[in-house]
Nanobody, 115 residues
């Protein structure tokens, strides 16, 4: 059973950048559309960016122009490059299959943006 393993989060000042990575444990992502999601304290989990198996990307309006999703199918990794970060981007970030998620979610990676 595939379980995503996220990494790369941290504390950054507003305007800064981070690059998140998501590796697959127990399987492969290469045949699936994948997405990054985030969950801020007290809020529901929301999708942030989607990438198809062909590499076509879609973004939530709140991150469009600032975030870039990419994938390396050979290495079985999905990335999220986050630039011009804002305090409202503070959340735990997860990756998972899109639109039907895997049964098991990873632990996520915390992103904290200070003002």
């Amino acid at each position: 059973q595939v379980q995503p393993v996220e990494s790369g989060g941290g504390l950054v000042q507003a305007g800064g950048s981070l690059r998140l990575s998501c590796a697959a444990s127990g399987g492969t992502f290469s045949r699936n559309d994948m997405a990054w999601y985030r969950q801020a304290p007290g809020k529901q989990r929301e999708w942030v960016a989607i990438i198809t198996t062909w590499g076509i990307a879609s973004y939530a309006e709140s991150v469009k122009g600032r975030f870039t999703i990419s994938r390396d199918n050979a290495e079985n990794i999905v990335y999220l490059q986050m630039n011009m970060l804002k305090p409202e981007d503070t959340a735990v970030y997860y990756c998972n299959r899109w639109p039907q998620t895997y049964d098991v979610w990873g632990q996520g990676t915390q992103v904290t943006v200070s003002s």
